[in-house]
């Protein structure tokens, strides 16, 4: 806590961050968490909700923006909600993060080709395919979805949907 | 549980045999087969709820069917939903135990919202019950359906919708846990009509399992030592102490730490009464029409403990002029207080009532005569200022005049404008409780039907709203109910035919233009208006008219007392702190 202070006194730098929450399965649940950020100003950049391993609770993620104390206040306001079990602040420590993205794009005869080139190159899939399109399936960092999503924007996207990010804290994290 | 064997047996199923101690009633209605409305007024019964604040509507008629004729269940017909969770927080406010509310669907629910909010706000707590339209026709548009769960959502501490008669039990009885503990706030219950209707088994079991509810009460040792050293150490330390300490029942152990170590203390609007303003540590009020010497004090103290406060705009002033030279310790149960508003120095997680004793026990007391002198010297030179004259009554000498004939004893109500802070200037506060008042959300209309509420619960204490002519407009109609239920609370309005503190606020900050904030031409005659529920009304214009009204108002025991106290139309409420300005750049008056 104290920690947390100090640091929120010096570092008014915003910096993006991804919070993990464990919360009881239910959509008030849900909605309360929401809520919370549109009632009290903060910002959401992505949400993600999903059942878990345990019956009952679900994983929350959420990436958001704000300073030290910004981000405190939100860790601290979710961690008082009756519905919530945890809240880690995933940033402070090494985890992996994943976000999937289904991109329609335009897909004619001759460019076909050239789109399945950089979609190789950015380890993606091709999961339909017409003969005016194909819908892409990227899988990664926000950074690399968004990377995939500037190289094929030239070939025109149709429509777009991605799930923002998931992650979990990660486990080994080597030796010193 | 030393409960009269009479109150125990409270009628449900019409014909429920007599018990002489609730675990035997319990035990007995273990693993029975009952209706939802049922399972609600037995859980209630087993919770020891002894009053419920409500209004009947179609979504609740069974669980009314219950109560009719229910000994044990005190029901109290408010007139408006907004009424009832006034009443049922100032009920909460005064005895400490949770309010409860139950209502209809629909207009019903949302008639609660404003006096949810207020109770969310003080951190009150309170268990609001809403009928539902039956759990089928729920999206459905339904003749009195509103989504109360999710218009309640942002001002709850929680809320239910209950899905099965089975859970009923469970969540009444986690509804109250979590009003209750922690911090505590209103905890909202829908229930669709079909779950009142149906059986289900009522299983007695009190045990309330919430893995994600549990809140800190010890605090953190290390951090307590570090606050007793700078404590020990300071030259100019201050005690700011907030509603945490009536909330808590902490009064006795701030009292102890402050006459251990003779710091000064300063209280919040919600703090008043939890330290005793007739020591000498007292500082009174600080904020935006505090003391001079609370104001000043906190300005230029070295060591500032924050006890169950949490910094509140109405408190602190503009942020950078707030307290600048002093390090803070800040003791909270709601971890998300502490650096929320200023940042703190040693933030300290608990109840007061569990940390205070454990600082008290490590602190010693510092060298602080220097500050003393300074402060007593603020004191002499910037005392608060009673006007007084012959012939009309001032709005600070009639609280002078209620403080002096209740011997500070009463439970006095505010509602929300410039008699409220005169009230807090000028009541002399010693007794925890004893001061309601809407501070978070400042809800005109909160001060009567609040009183109505802490009457309720405090038979034997003198109650007194003190109220301004506009906002007492506002709930007015709650003098049915103070009749019908012969409360006999007293209210004082201040009528000064304005919404006084907008008007001062035009006067000092919008040049005199005192835009729809006079009330004079139309207001009722207050004395004729309570005549006609059949309470009693008085007028005072000058103060020899003043104080045989007061003395014949004490003496009334069985109804309603309305005062109109003519106030000077024109006065103004000082010191002031203009908004957005430092604590110390207060206004003295003209």
């Known amino acids: ?176 | 549980m030393n409960q009269d064997i009479a109150t125990i047996n409270g009628k449900v199923n019409g014909d429920a045999p007599e018990f002489d101690t609730l675990e035997e009633r319990r035990e007995e209605m273990r693993g029975k087969e009952m209706t939802g409305a049922e399972i609600f007024v037995e859980t209630l019964i087993d919770l020891q709820v002894d009053t419920v604040f409500g209004y009947p509507g179609g979504a609740v008629l069974n669980i009314y069917d219950m109560l009719f004729g229910n000994s044990k269940l005190n029901h109290i017909l408010i007139r408006h939903e907004q009424g009832g969770t006034h009443a049922a927080d100032g009920y909460a406010r005064a005895t400490g135990k949770p309010g409860v509310v139950l209502v209809t669907s629909g207009p019903g629910a949302t008639n609660t919202v404003t006096g949810i909010s207020t109770a969310n706000m003080d951190s009150i707590p309170l268990v609001v019950f809403t009928g539902q339209v039956p759990s089928g026709m729920i999206g459905n548009d339904a003749f009195q359906e509103a989504d109360i769960i999710g218009i309640t959502r942002p001002i709850t501490k929680h809320s239910y919708l209950v899905k099965d008669v089975n859970q009923l039990e469970r969540v009444i009885r986690e509804a109250f846990h979590i009003a209750a503990t922690g911090k505590p706030g209103p905890v909202l219950v829908d229930l669709p009509k079909d779950m009142v209707k149906t059986t289900g088994i009522y299983t007695g079991n009190r045990e309330v399992r919430l893995p994600g509810y549990k809140p800190v009460t010890r605090g953190h040792s290390s951090q307590i030592a570090r606050a007793a050293e700078l404590l020990s150490n300071a030259k100019r330390p201050l005690i700011y102490a907030g509603g945490g300490i009536q909330l808590g029942d902490a009064s006795e152990e701030l009292t102890e730490l402050v006459e251990k170590t003779n710091i000064p203390i300063t209280t919040t609007l919600m703090g008043l009464g939890g330290f005793p303003e007739s020591r000498p540590q007292a500082l009174k009020m600080l904020g935006m029409h505090g003391t001079w010497y609370a104001n000043m004090a906190i300005t230029e103290c070295d060591t500032l403990l924050a006890v169950g406060a949490r910094f509140d705009d109405r408190v602190t002033g503009k942020l950078e002029g707030f307290s600048p030279k002093s390090k803070k310790i800040h003791i909270d149960i709601d971890p998300s207080s502490i650096s929320k508003n200023v940042e703190v120095d040693v933030p300290i997680v608990g109840n007061v009532k569990q940390v205070l004793p454990e600082l008290t026990k490590r602190v010693r007391p510092p060298e602080i005569d220097e500050w003393w002198n300074t402060i007593n010297r603020w004191k002499e030179e910037h005392p608060l200022q009673t006007p007084y004259s012959d012939d009309y009554i001032t709005p600070q000498s009639l609280i002078e005049k209620i403080s002096d004939i209740t011997e500070g004893k009463a439970i006095m109500v505010a509602d929300v404008g410039q008699h409220q802070m005169w009230l807090a200037q000028h009541y002399d506060f010693n007794y925890p409780r004893s001061m309601l008042s809407s501070g978070g959300l400042g809800t005109m209309g909160y001060g009567f039907p609040a009183a109505l509420g802490a009457a309720v619960g405090n038979p034997d204490r003198t109650v007194f709203a003190v109220v301004g002519d506009g906002g007492f407009q506002m709930t007015a109609f709650e003098l049915a109910t103070a009749v019908q239920y012969e409360v006999p609370v007293k209210i004082a309005i201040m009528n000064n035919g304005y919404l006084g503190m907008v008007r001062q606020w035009q006067q000092l900050f919008f040049g005199k233009r005192y835009s729809h904030s006079r009330l004079k031409q139309a207001n009722p005659d207050f004395v004729k208006l309570a005549e006609s529920y059949g309470a009693t009304g008085f007028r005072a214009s000058t103060p020899k008219e003043l104080d045989p009204i007061l003395e014949k108002a004490m003496e009334i025991d069985n109804r309603p007392v309305v005062m109109d106290i003519l106030i000077p139309e024109e006065e103004n409420c000082f010191p002031m702190v203009p908004a957005g300005a430092a604590l110390n750049e207060m206004i003295e008056g003209e």
């Open chain 1, 1 to 176: 806590m104290e920690t947390h202070v100090k640091r929120a006194a010096t570092d008014r730098s915003t910096r993006k961050h991804t919070i993990s929450v464990l919360v009881n399965h239910s959509f008030n649940a849900l909605s309360r968490i929401v809520g919370l950020f549109s009632g009290r100003g903060f910002d959401i950049d992505s949400i993600s909700f999903g059942t878990g391993q345990e019956p009952g609770l679900a994983r929350v993620t959420i990436t958001t923006h704000g300073d030290e104390q910004i981000i405190e206040q939100i860790a601290k306001q979710l961690h008082k909600m009756v519905d919530v079990l945890k809240v880690h602040d995933l940033t402070y420590e090494a985890f992996v993060e994943r976000e999937l993205a289904l991109i329609k794009v335009n897909a004619t005869k001759s460019t076909r080709a050239e789109i399945m080139q950089l979609v190789n190159v950015f380890r993606a899939k091709i999961i339909d395919i017409s003969k005016e399109s194909v819908t892409v399936e990227v899988t990664g960092s926000e950074d690399k979805i968004t990377a995939a999503m500037g190289m094929l924007r030239q070939f025109g996207i149709i429509e777009i949907a991605r799930t923002g990010s998931v992650a979990l804290k990660r486990e080994w994290q080597g030796e010193a």
